[in-house]
């Protein structure tokens, strides 16, 4: 192969200016450009020797990166437009349930110790009514009843709010 930087010399302009046509950055069609000689050295080994040869491969490398660039840009301005309209719509949610929560805390922490101490057992430790009466010394049908009472109460609370 000729000379690396006779090809570089004479084809890195008009490769940058077909690149910056397809994708109106010149930022972007610097790094096209690059990246289209760095793809030529990588294969150097394996193209034919005449530079003039050279000028169809080279241009289908600029187009390719330049057409992988347009589609990043259209995925990544996608994602962000999809971001934006799932973020809002989330933290609205996320600050929701986090009221709810502190209001179901809220109403938990106002119940009778005892019942309190039932309904936490039963829905936060995953114990069945009769491990909760056999730990507590009570009847089962008293954790049975205590449970009914803590839910009616919660949700009287939670109408409230």
């Known amino acids: 192969m000729k000379s ?5 010399d004479k084809y890195y302009n008009v ?12 930022e972007s069609a610097k790094e096209i450009t690059n990246d289209t000689f760095l793809k030529l050295w990588e294969y150097r080994d394996r193209l034919d020797t005449d530079v003039d040869s050279l000028k169809p491969y080279l241009f289908q490398i600029a187009h390719n990166h330049s057409i992988n660039h347009l589609k990043k840009i259209r995925i990544n301005s996608t994602f962000e437009f999809l971001d934006s309209e799932i973020a809002e719509p989330f933290e609205q949610h996320l600050m929701e349930y986090r009221e709810l929560e502190q209001a179901i ?11 309190r101490q039932i309904f936490l057992l039963s829905r936060k430790e ?14 089962p049908r008293t954790v049975e009843t205590q449970i ?13 709010i």
């Open 15 to 26: 490769l940058f200016a077909y690149a910056n046509r397809m994708i109106k950055d010149p």
């Open 126 to 139: 995953g114990l069945k009514y009769s491990e909760i009466a056999e730990q507590l010394g009570i009847s």
């Open 148 to 160: 009914r009472r803590s839910l009616h109460a919660l949700k009287s609370y939670l109408k409230k």
């Open 4 to 8: 690396y930087k006779t090809i570089f």
């Open 105 to 115: 805390d809220h109403a938990i922490d106002s119940l009778p110790e005892q019942r």
